[in-house]
């Protein structure tokens, strides 16, 4: 499959109908949410297999439309859903780029799965996706994104004044971004040359 890939202690790839018992309980068992920006638990009634397979239509068509890629990140040994990362609105012809989003699951924090993931996700998003940019929006209150940010050497572009609406408001949103180039790959991708969108 071409929207897969490995790292040293995970399996990244977008779900698959078999994973229905997993993400189940997954969401089922996660617990309360432990900041702002993370999840907790979710209610049995947005558990159904009928709302798995509608996650799964939406995933699949934005993949074949090249718009948006979810990607989940299962541990190798016990198959757990350990996080996620996302590239969202993808854009092609002169811009070639994606925002990056991504979210590790509370009982995972701080032992190196967001980096291990997101350094794998740029990976794929310029070698295999022939993207040019990423640009993670963060918010500046969000101290351990932008740590991850940091260390993953994504670069501080500036403060986006009222970006998104989050609890009826506009946020300022802080932006990072990292370019092909940055990450030593040839940015003159086959997708440029052909002038997808
Ligand atoms: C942000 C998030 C993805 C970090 O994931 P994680 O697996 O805990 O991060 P890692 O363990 O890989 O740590 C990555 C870096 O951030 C640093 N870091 C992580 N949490 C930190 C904290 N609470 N305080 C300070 N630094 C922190 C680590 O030290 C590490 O830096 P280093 O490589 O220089 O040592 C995770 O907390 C999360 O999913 N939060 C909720 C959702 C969210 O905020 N998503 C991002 C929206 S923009």
Redesign the pocket.
């Known amino acids: 499959m071409k929207y897969q890939f490995k790292t040293k202690r995970l399996n990244v790839r977008p779900y698959k109908i078999t994973d229905y018992e997993t993400w189940r309980e997954t969401f089922l068992n996660l617990g309360p949410a432990k900041?702002k920006?993370?999840k907790g638990t979710r209610d049995k009634k947005e558990l159904t297999k009928k709302k798995f397979e509608r996650i799964l239509k939406t995933q699949n068509k934005n993949i074949k439309n090249d718009d948006f890629i979810d990607l989940i990140a299962f541990h190798k040994k016990t198959g757990a859903i350990i996080?996620f990362s996302s590239l969202m609105d993808i854009s092609r012809g002169v811009f070639q780029n994606a925002y990056l989003?991504?979210?590790?699951?509370?009982p995972?924090?701080?032992?190196?799965?967001?980096?291990?993931l997101?350094d794998a996700t740029i990976d794929f998003s310029f070698k295999k996706l022939k993207l040019h940019r990423l640009e993670?929006?963060?918010?500046p209150r969000?101290?351990?994104?932008i740590?991850?940010a940091?260390?993953l050497g994504l670069r501080r572009e500036g403060m986006s004044k009222r970006r998104l609406f989050l609890n009826n408001k506009w946020e300022d949103m802080l932006i990072f971004a990292m370019t092909a180039e940055e990450r030593g790959v040839n940015s003159i991708s086959g997708q440029l040359r052909r002038g997808r969108r």
């Open positions: 900041n920006w993370d996080g989003g991504y979210r590790i699951l509370n995972y924090w701080r032992e190196g799965y967001g980096k291990e997101i993670a929006g963060i918010h969000n101290i351990r994104s740590a991850l940091k260390s």
